[in-house]
């Protein structure tokens, strides 16, 4: 069984930075691709980062691209997602997912058929 547990949200003041974790268990991870996403109340979910099982091919959606930055330890089985410059904007519930699709397409890698379970996710809230 699939078993992923994120960390590392909190509260910031916009302008901060915060570095997301996820950790997958149940799986070898390094055959897995692992997203990043986002639910905000009221919101739609939003597939905020993307990263092959090589660390290889990265994707970002527009409303983060240039701020946050995914990245890969395979070693240690973990994907961070680096939170810079956070806006009000960017206050949600973080989660990840894992998928073993060869997903190439940054317009639709977040497609929600592509994707397998996830974990509780990690809040992150940015004060103004």
């Known amino acids: 069984e699939v078993q992923l547990v994120e960390s590392g949200g909190g509260l910031v003041q916009a302008g901060g930075s915060l570095r997301l974790s996820c950790t997958a268990s149940?799986?070898?991870?390094?055959?897995?691709?692992i997203g990043w996403f986002r639910q905000a109340p009221g919101k739609e979910r939003e597939g905020v980062s993307y990263?092959?099982?090589?660390?290889?091919?990265?994707f970002y959606s527009d409303s983060v691209k240039g701020r946050f930055t995914i990245s890969r330890d395979n070693a240690k089985k973990m994907v961070y997602l680096h939170l810079n410059n956070l806006e009000p904007e960017d206050t949600a519930l973080y989660y990840c997912?894992?998928?073993?699709?060869?997903?190439?397409?940054?317009?639709?890698?977040?497609?929600?058929?592509?994707?397998?379970?996830r974990g509780q996710g990690t809040q992150v809230t940015v004060s103004s």
């Open positions: 997912r894992v998928t073993q699709v060869l997903l190439t397409s940054e317009d639709h890698w977040s497609t929600d058929v592509f994707w397998g379970p």
């Open positions: 990263i092959d099982s090589s660390g290889g091919t990265t």
């Open positions: 149940g799986i070898t991870f390094d055959d897995w691709n």
